[in-house]
C-alpha cells in the first residue's frame, strides 16, 4: 500500500464517536480518521468498541487508524493490543515507541505488531511511532525511526511528541532534521508522518521538506485546545484548504524552477 509522494495526507484525531461525527461532516476535507485517547498520553489507547463505533461513523473509503499506547517494552503485550485494534476494525496500526530505549528494543517490538496484524489482515498498515523531544523521555532517537520500520517490516515511520505542553514538533526536531527524517524513510521505501502540535504556520515546512502524512488535532479543535476543545468541521475544512494552497504554491515554484 503506497500513496503518490506528491500528496500530504491530512490526519485527525477525535477522541470521541461524537467528534468522529464532526469528522464526517468534514470527510471530504481529511484523509485518514485516527482514533487516540489524549488523556492517556500523546499517542494513548482508546477502547476497541470506540474503534468499531468511530469505523462505523465515518464514511467506508475513509481509512481508521487507531493507536495502540505509549507502550513499553513489552512486545508480547503489544502485539496483543495491536491485533485487538485491527479486529475492532483499524486499517492504520500506530505504535508508540515510549518505553524502548534501543533500536534493538524498538525492533522486537514492532516485528511482534507487523506479525500480529498482518497475520489477520495483509492489507493492514503498521505505523512506528517515536517521539521528536525523545531527549526527554529517554527512548529511540528519532532519526532512528526509519531503520527501525524498515528492519520491522512496518509500513511507515511516524514523529509526535511525547509531552503534550505547548513545545512542537519544530521545537525538538528543527525542519532540517525532520527532512533527514522524511528522506531515510523515503529512502526505505516507507510512508513519513509528522505531528506534534502542528499548525497552520508550520505548513510550508512540512510541504518543503516532503512528508506524507501531517497528523493534526489541537489545531482543528475549538480554542486549539486538543484536551477541552472539540473538532470543528470548518476548522478542518480551513486546515485542508491551507493545505492545498502551499501544495499549489509549492509546486508552482518548483516547476518555475526547473
Given at each position: ?36 485517547k ?39 503485550t ?6 485487538g485494534?485491527?479486529?475492532?476494525g ?7 515507541l ?11 517490538v ?6 500480529a496484524?498482518?497475520e489477520?489482515?495483509p ?13 526527554r523521555?529517554?527512548c ?18 511516524m ?29 526505505a ?25 501531517v ?12 484536551n ?7 476548522l ?6 491551507e ?11 518548483v516547476?518555475?524552477?526547473?
Amino acid at each position: 500500500m503506497r500513496w503518490k509522494e506528491s500528496t500530504l495526507l491530512l490526519l485527525i484525531s477525535p477522541d470521541s464517536v461524537e467528534e468522529a461525527l464532526d469528522c464526517a461532516k468534514a470527510a471530504e476535507h481529511l484523509d485518514i480518521v485516527d482514533v487516540k485517547k489524549p488523556d492517556e498520553g500523546s499517542l494513548g489507547a482508546n477502547f476497541p468498541w470506540v474503534i468499531r463505533e468511530i469505523r462505523d461513523a465515518v464514511p467506508a473509503d475513509k481509512p481508521v487508524s487507531a493507536t495502540v499506547g505509549d507502550v513499553p517494552y513489552k512486545p508480547g503485550t503489544v502485539a496483543q493490543a495491536a491485533l485487538g485494534a485491527a479486529v475492532s476494525g483499524a486499517t492504520y496500526i500506530k505504535v508508540g515507541l515510549y518505553g524502548c530505549t534501543t533500536p534493538e528494543q524498538a525492533i522486537d517490538v514492532m516485528r511482534g505488531v507487523v506479525r500480529a496484524v498482518k497475520e489477520y489482515r495483509p492489507d493492514a498498515f503498521v505505523v512506528a511511532s517515536g517521539y521528536a523531544d525523545a531527549h526527554r523521555i529517554g527512548c529511540v532517537n528519532p532519526l532512528a525511526l526509519p531503520d527501525i520500520a524498515r528492519r520491522s517490516g512496518s509500513d511507515a515511520a511516524m514523529l509526535d511528541t511525547a509531552v503534550k505542553d505547548g513545545t512542537r514538533l519544530f521545537d525538538h526536531v528543527p525542519p532540517e532534521v525532520c527532512a533527514e527524517f522524511v528522506r531515510l524513510a523515503h529512502e526505505a521505501d516507507l510512508l513519513a508522518a509528522l505531528a506534534g502540535s502542528v499548525k497552520v504556520g508550520d505548513l510550508g515546512a512540512l510541504t518543503r521538506i516532503g512528508t506524507d502524512i501531517v497528523g493534526v488535532r489541537g489545531a482543528v479543535c475549538e480554542g486549539g485546545d486538543r484536551n477541552t476543545g472539540r473538532i470543528q468541521p470548518q476548522l478542518v475544512a480551513a486546515f485542508r484548504a491551507e493545505m492545498d494552497r502551499h501544495a499549489r504554491e509549492y509546486a508552482a515554484a518548483v516547476a518555475a524552477a526547473g
